[in-house]
């Protein structure tokens, strides 16, 4: 068998080209942070692991600190203020056991909010977190219908004293980011997560879901955990451990 | 048949500016509700976190579902051949843009960010049901307006039947997207059903001619031109076979709901202990909307020109009643996030949800009646729409007063 000489131009020229570019992607995958220019990469998946049997009734500490982080403020009006997380009590019928966890955005594998958004405001970045672009939405409310969680929020109403980490917009819908702005920076946190571990609860833990070697998932592997409505076959980025 | 001969109104009289006038005060009340609303943001509306779409999208989706049926009659014409309804075909295109147009108003109107409409119309995601239905209705608008075309212009004539079968099997589509809209919500328990799509199609029929007869009956009576009993003895039974159908539909849609254990949760609220929403669906949906009308249109009852409109009415207000209990009942009913176990939050889940609508909404709503109707009665001055007479001996030379005879469906309904 010979190779001609055409085909072995061709053969030379892809293995430049790839031993060209490939450290560099080897650098962009394991570098944690990453700067604002890169892209979010799928190498990670970022994630939650809620342990119910560790959150405190009655401790608030996630949801203050996440209002602090992402400057929700509105007050008075219970029905249309922001909840981008929330304690939710559950109750068994039968037998009247008690079990109380935040609940948020859970950052589907398969967001149907994205999948309904006419727009593609709803989007999903390459690392599992699912957020909206504040500049396309245009309020129309159907990824809040689509949204099995109830996890997102409409802004009904102006707004005052924003933090410019966590842009807001008057009508248009919003819910819980992951803190990708603190992910981004590289602070390897959540809002949430930190303060529960402030409070010495540690009943949420935030990690790469993608890295076998992260504290989340030698967790999620040692143990077993569930996802809401695991029916829906979402494949949320947001695990509960002891949930009955 | 004799050569059917239109005529555009004359529309100089006191009656027809006050008409004018009213509907766009109407419209214009709308608008002022929604500037109102995107000024202050939806909390002057009675919409929130839980119930996120309200009272305007009910007028919408009634209006966007009957702009699909008031085609129905010209589709009779062109594409099954009817003849007696080939002078009412242009009419029936004229009000299946017009009411589009006034459902997509309030649809828009109701954004959070109704200036960000180029954006609508700029960015797509395919994949959603949405953008597709943003394109089905841009296409609905073409297609009707060719085959409009088609109709009026006399060397394009020819040319009708092929227009009105591709607006038919469009409309047909069009409907199926918006009933999607909702099948495609599998978390809410209310729309969880593949019944919707057909449903929303029997819905537009009935919907759709209900206001065709009323707009139809009303022109003619106002503008003196002469409308026989040919024509709205038909129509009238038509109506019925569509009610009736609809009723049977959301028989069906029940039971189907009552076989799956998992959604008797929802069955019951609506059925049973809903509140508001178990009246307006006994009260409004199946008294009001449904066996009254049935039985105006079905039994020499509603054989008079008063009672045939008002069968048109019951049916355009059960129609509202209908919308109202699957947009709004269907979302007042809680998500299900944990499948048997009680559930609260400061969220308020688990909780059936609290729904007033406001007086901007309600100003909003209407307005795309408003809209429709000024549309309307405005087309029909500027463009030939009416036939000078639909009298009985215009019509239908054979036609038959059949007062004393039976009064059974006619051979037009049972191919619709
Ligand atoms: S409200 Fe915004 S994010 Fe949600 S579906 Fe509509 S455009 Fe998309």
């Known amino acids: ?244 | 048949m004799k050569a059917v001969h239109y005529s555009v109104i004359q529309g100089k009289s006191f009656g027809y500016i006050l008409l004018l006038g009213i509907f766009g005060a109407i419209t214009a009340f709308g608008f002022g509700a929604a500037l109102y609303m995107e000024h202050n943001g939806h909390i002057v509306t009675g919409m929130n976190n839980q119930i996120v779409w309200g009272l305007p999208h009910v007028f919408a989706v009634f209006l966007i579902v009957a702009a699909s049926g008031a085609l129905n009659v010209a589709s009779m014409a062109s594409v099954f051949g009817r003849a007696l309804y080939k002078p009412l075909a242009r009419l029936s295109g004229l009000l299946a843009i017009a009411l589009l147009a006034g459902g997509l108003a309030v649809l828009l109107l109701d954004l959070g960010r109704p200036d960000r409409l180029i954006i609508a119309m700029t960015y797509y995601n395919f994949k959603s049901i949405f953008a597709l239905n943003i394109i089905l209705y841009s296409g609905f608008f073409l297609l009707v307006g060719i085959y409009l075309w088609m109709m009026f212009e006399r060397r394009m004539n020819p040319f009708t039947k092929v227009a009105g079968f591709f607006a038919f099997i469009w409309r047909l589509i069009l409907t199926t997207g918006t009933g999607s809209i909702f099948g495609f919500l599998v978390a809410r328990q209310a729309y969880d059903a593949a019944i919707m799509a057909p449903l929303f199609i029997i819905m537009s029929f009935a919907f759709g001619l209900a206001i065709f007869l009323l707009v139809l009956i009303s022109s003619y009576a106002w503008t003196h031109r002469e409308i026989g009993d040919a024509v709205v003895e038909r129509l009238r039974k038509l109506l019925g076979i569509f009610v009736a159908s609809v009723l049977y539909f959301v028989l069906v849609y029940h039971l189907t709901n009552l076989y799956v254990t998992e959604h008797h949760g929802i069955e019951r609220f609506i059925l049973l202990d809903g509140g508001i929403y178990t009246e307006i669906f006994w009260m409004g949906q199946i008294l009001i909307g449904g066996l009254i009308p049935l039985l105006l249109c079905l039994t020499p009852l509603g054989r008079s020109r008063p009672m045939v409109l008002l069968a048109a009415v019951l049916v355009i207000l059960g129609g509202l009643a209908q919308v109202y209990v699957i947009i709004i009942g269907g979302q007042a009913f809680p998500l299900e996030l944990f499948p048997g176990k009680g559930v609260s939050s400061s969220f308020f889940d688990g909780q059936i949800t609290f729904y007033q609508p406001s007086i901007p909404e309600m100003f909003l709503g209407f307005s795309g009646i408003g809209i429709t109707l000024l549309i309307t009665t405005f087309a029909i001055k500027v463009l030939p729409f009416l036939p000078n007479s639909l009298a009985n001996k215009d019509v239908d030379p054979h036609f038959t007063d059949q007062s004393k005879g039976d009064s059974g469906p006619s051979a037009e309904a049972a191919t619709a």
């Open chain 1, 1 to 244: 068998m010979s190779i001609g000489r055409r085909d072995f131009l061709k053969a030379s020229a892809i293995a430049t080209t790839a031993t060209a570019f490939a450290p560099g992607i080897n650098l962009i995958e394991l570098a944690a942070a990453r700067n604002p220019e890169q892209a979010a990469t799928a190498i990670h998946r970022w994630g939650l692991l809620i342990d119910v049997n560790k959150c405190v009734k009655g401790c608030t500490a996630c949801v203050d600190a996440c209002f602090i982080e992402n400057g929700i403020n509105e007050k008075g009006s219970p029905t249309t203020d922001a909840q981008w997380i929330r304690k939710v009590t559950t109750k068994d019928k039968a037998t009247g056991h008690e079990q109380i966890f935040p609940v948020m955005c859970q950052h589907c594998e398969h967001p149907p909010c994205v999948d309904v958004c006419p727009t593609g405001a709803s989007f999903k970045r390459k690392d599992g977190i699912v957020l909206v672009d504040k500049h396309i939405c245009i309020g129309c409310r159907y990824c809040m219908m689509a949204c099995p969680y109830k996890a997102r929020s409409f802004v009904h109403q102006t707004l005052t004293g924003q933090n410019h980490n966590a842009p807001r917009g008057k009508g248009t819908v919003e819910s819980c980011t992951l803190c990708v702005h603190k992910i981004d920076r590289g602070d390897g946190i959540t809002a949430c997560a930190d303060a529960c571990a402030g409070e010495n609860h540690k009943a949420i833990i935030f990690g790469d879901l993608k890295d076998p070697r992260s504290e989340i998932s030698r967790q999620l592997k040692a143990q077993a955990s569930s996802q809401i409505r695991a029916d829906f076959n979402l494949n949320t980025g947001v695990r509960y451990r002891g949930l009955s």
